[in-house]
């Protein structure tokens, strides 16, 4: 059984908005801090965004700051991360991840438990 289901990527044209979900697994969502990667093409995968497990924290990547955020919905145990002005650099795969610990970290071996990754294309 899959602990973190995404959904929402698809394509969208520069400037637009876009939301994934992520369903998170009820033993994961509880007591795991939750974030946010993306990959390019060629490209390292890339720290985006995390949440505290109690949601009162929230880190976000140098290049989507003041564009994307994240929060959690606790009673439908899922991550959300909402996209705004989209730019064509944004086009990656997108990983909801699932980290054991209280503390929010942007390396990607930090966290334990992944998605499969929705597209996120942005091209106009």
């Known amino acids: 059984q899959a602990q973190l289901v995404e959904s929402g990527g698809r394509s969208v044209k520069p400037g637009d908005s876009l939301r994934l979900s992520c369903e998170v697994a009820p033993g994961i969502f509880n007591f795991y801090v939750l974030g946010w990667f993306r990959q390019a093409p060629g490209k390292e995968r890339e720290f985006v965004a995390a949440?505290?497990?109690?949601?009162?924290?929230?880190d976000y990547g140098d290049s989507v700051k003041g564009r994307f955020s994240i929060r959690r919905d606790n009673a439908k145990e899922a991550v959300y991360l909402q996209m705004v002005d989209l730019r064509p650099e944004d086009t990656a795969v997108y990983y909801c991840?699932?980290?054991?610990?209280?503390?929010?970290?942007?390396?990607?071996?930090?966290?334990?438990?992944w998605g499969q990754g929705p597209q996120v294309t942005v091209a106009s």
């Open positions: 949440i505290s497990w109690g949601g009162g924290s929230t």
């Open positions: 991840a699932a980290r054991d610990a209280y503390s929010i970290r942007q390396s990607r071996q930090d966290y334990d438990y």
